[in-house]
């Protein structure tokens, strides 16, 4: 059973242009949540999808950022015009249900976008 | 506001011996508490889940406690390895409406246990 992927790991960008990232959730998971880290910070919640929905997208900026988790496919995180301060890792997780209580959360490798 | 805090922020131990990590949280309504430990450059990988009702739980070499009244944590790590090295990322969930809720994370401990 594959673990959560996230793909591509490292991703250069200038500024200006589009970056989209892409978490393939683990078998079974249906819950995806996307999280931003910067260098000497914690994980910023960022947005939490099931398929085809937004459930909570109250850690997303308000502009250049969307999230889709569509009925087929993975979910993709999508930076338009990126900025420098856009540079971070940006990790994915998933769980077969949502976080209630102990519900356990998987996440990925990461990726990690650096806008030049 | 809901905050989590870790102390120390960096520790260096030689291999075999003991730590233990800190965690004070401000979260509101509170729902469970997690250590995750994050290599470097890789994803946080959970090592223990807690619930109000728990005050301590283990996972081989790591223990975890948690006081709800002071709103404390701490994770003890026995003997350490070189494979301990990383940073120990404490957790707070939050009830949010229902059943949802929402993670807040702290900024880490960075462990590194030299030979």
């Known amino acids: 059973n594959a673990g959560v992927m996230q793909n591509p790991r490292h991703l250069v960008r200038r500024r200006g242009q589009e970056a989209r990232l892409r978490c393939s959730p683990m078998?079974?998971?249906?819950?995806v949540y996307w999280y931003r880290q910067l260098p000497e910070e914690g994980l910023k919640f960022m947005v939490y999808?099931?398929?085809?929905?937004?459930?909570?997208e109250s850690g997303m900026p308000k502009e250049r950022f969307s999230a889709e988790f569509p009925k087929e496919g993975p979910s993709i995180l999508r930076i338009q015009q990126v900025v420098r301060g856009d540079s971070a890792a940006y990790f994915c997780?998933?769980?077969?249900?949502?976080?209630?209580?102990?519900?356990?959360?998987?996440f990925g490798e990461g990726s990690r976008l650096t806008v030049l | 506001k809901n905050q989590v805090e870790q102390s120390p922020q960096s520790l260096i131990i030689l291999e075999g011996k003991n730590c233990t990590l800190q965690?004070?949280?401000?979260?509101?309504?509170?729902?469970?508490l997690r250590w995750y430990k994050q290599d470097t450059g890789r994803g946080p990988v959970s090592l223990t889940i807690?619930?109000?009702?728990?005050n301590t739980k283990s996972n081989r070499r790591y223990t975890a406690t948690l006081d709800a009244d002071t709103k404390q944590s701490s994770l003890h790590i026995t003997a350490s390895q070189l494979s301990d090295s990383a940073s120990y990322i404490c957790?707070?969930?939050?009830?949010?409406?229902?059943?949802?809720?929402?993670?807040?994370f702290g900024t880490g401990t960075l462990l590194a246990v030299q030979p």
């Open positions: 997780a998933s769980s077969p249900r949502g976080l209630s209580n102990t519900g356990e959360l998987f």
């Open positions: 078998k079974g998971h249906s819950h």
């Open positions: 999808l099931q398929k085809e929905n937004i459930i909570d």
């Open positions: 965690c004070n949280y401000t979260v509101s309504p509170f729902s469970n």
């Open positions: 807690m619930t109000f009702s728990e």
């Open positions: 957790v707070v969930s939050a009830r949010y409406g229902g059943a949802t809720n929402k993670l807040i």
